[in-house]
C-alpha cells in the first residue's frame, strides 16, 4: 500500500529560478498540506487543500502558491528562488478535516538546494 | 498566538532509564496535540495524539491544561527509541494544520 509520495526527492536550482514540486497523497485522502523543513528546525506549515480548495496558509510569501488537482494530487509552485528556500518540503495528506480524519501522514520530502 | 516549545535539542538517557521530552503549548482554544517521530532515514510519522489517550511503544503523554504542557514519557527507555521528537498542535485557525515545535532529538545509550 503505497503512502504519501512526493518527487523529485532531491533538486537544485540557482536563486531567481521557478520550482514545481510535486505530491500524491494517499488513496483515499482528500486533503493534503505543505510544509517546509529548515535544517534544525521542525516543519513550518504553508498550505492546506481540502476537495481541491485552499483551507489554510501559514506565514509565507506570495512566492509560494500551491494547488490540488481532481484526483487529489497536489503541487507547491515557488518563483524568484532565494538562498533562504534551500529546505526539505514535506506533503501530508489526511482523510480529511477534523477529528481523526486529519491526522496527517507524511511523504519523505523533497529536499531543495538552491545556489 | 500559537506556539509549540520543547526546551531540549537534545536528550541523552542510559538505555533502561526513564525519559521525559517535554512539551508546552500556548493556545486560546482547546488544544488538540500530537508527538511525531522520525527515525534515521524514515519519513515523520505519529507516535500518539492526547485524544486517543492510548500508549504507543510504551510511550504515553498527558495533556496538562493547567501547566499547558503535553509532556512523553517512557519508563524505561530502549535504544530503539533513539528519534527525533516533535511535537505539534492542530491549529484549527490554519485549516487544521500543524502548528510543530522545533523538536527534540532523543539518545538512548547502552
Known amino acids: 500500500d503505497a503512502g504519501v509520495t512526493q518527487s523529485p526527492t532531491h533538486l537544485i536550482k540557482t536563486r531567481g529560478q521557478q520550482v514545481t514540486l510535486r505530491c500524491s497523497p494517499i488513496s483515499g485522502h482528500k486533503s493534503v498540506s505543505w510544509y517546509q523543513q529548515v535544517l534544525g528546525q521542525g516543519p513550518q506549515f504553508i498550505f492546506q487543500?481540502?476537495?481541491?480548495?485552499?483551507?489554510g496558509r501559514g506565514n509565507f510569501p506570495d512566492r509560494f502558491s500551491a494547488r490540488q488537482f481532481p484526483n487529489y494530487s497536489s503541487e507547491l509552485n515557488v518563483n524568484a528562488l532565494l538562498l533562504g528556500d534551500s529546505a526539505l518540503y514535506l506533503c501530508?495528506?489526511?482523510?480529511?478535516?477534523?477529528?481523526?480524519?486529519?491526522?496527517?501522514?507524511f511523504g519523505a520530502g523533497t529536499r531543495l538546494s538552491v545556489l | 498566538a500559537q506556539r509549540v516549545t520543547q526546551p531540549e535539542k537534545l536528550l541523552s538517557v542510559f538505555k533502561g532509564a526513564p525519559v521525559e521530552l517535554k512539551c508546552n503549548y500556548s493556545?486560546?482554544?482547546?488544544?488538540?496535540l500530537f508527538w511525531y517521530v522520525q527515525y534515521s532515514r524514515q519519513r515523520l510519522q505519529l507516535l500518539l495524539r492526547h485524544i486517543s489517550r492510548e500508549s504507543i511503544k510504551g510511550f504515553t503523554a498527558d495533556l496538562n491544561k493547567g501547566e499547558t504542557s503535553f509532556h512523553l514519557k517512557k519508563p524505561f527507555a530502549q535504544e530503539e527509541d533513539s528519534a527525533m521528537y516533535y511535537c505539534a498542535l492542530k491549529s484549527e485557525n490554519s485549516g487544521y494544520a500543524l502548528n510543530f515545535g522545533k523538536g527534540t532529538s532523543l539518545l538512548v545509550t547502552p
Open positions: 501530508a495528506s489526511s482523510l480529511g478535516q477534523g477529528g481523526s480524519k486529519n491526522i496527517q501522514y
Open positions: 487543500y481540502y476537495e481541491k480548495e485552499e483551507r
Open positions: 493556545y486560546s482554544g482547546s488544544p488538540e
